[in-house]
């Protein structure tokens, strides 16, 4: 959609003036714009893995567990974070029957009664 508009723009990435040819022209050049496509398509990665980590309990300081605060039956990721080990040492107390799991085909489900009931 190239006209013979010349309006002057400052680009989005590299905050330089150029002159753009078009309305919605955001970039100065399209190196800017592919650089800019990388960069919003970094973050957006960073930002899933981050969700990730934190369903899975990885990232344990930065756990914040509104979503799990409602619900009775946990995984073992969940309830590995909400006790601040680590899901093999969950396993191992699982099978020392330390605490209580239901297993549902491959699923450890465990109760958060039982999880209270760890810690007095
Ligand atoms: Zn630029």
Redo the contacts with the bound molecule.
């Keep these: 959609m190239s006209s013979n508009m010349h309006v002057e723009r400052i680009?989005r990435?590299?905050?330089?003036k150029?002159i753009a040819r078009t309305t919605k022209t955001q970039?100065?050049?399209h190196?800017?714009s592919r650089k800019a496509y990388k960069y919003v398509a970094r973050q957006e990665k960073i930002e899933i893995a981050k969700v990730e980590a934190t369903i899975t309990g990885k990232i344990r300081t930065k756990v914040n567990f509104p979503e799990l605060a409602g619900k009775e039956l946990l995984t073992i990721m969940e309830a590995s974070a909400l006790l601040n080990i680590t899901h093999l040492t969950l396993r191992r107390w699982i099978k020392e029957k330390r605490i209580v799991s239901s297993r549902i085909g491959k699923k450890h489900l465990i109760k958060r009664q039982h999880l209270d009931a760890l810690i007095q």
């Design positions: 680009c990435f590299c905050n330089s150029f970039y100065c050049s190196n800017c």
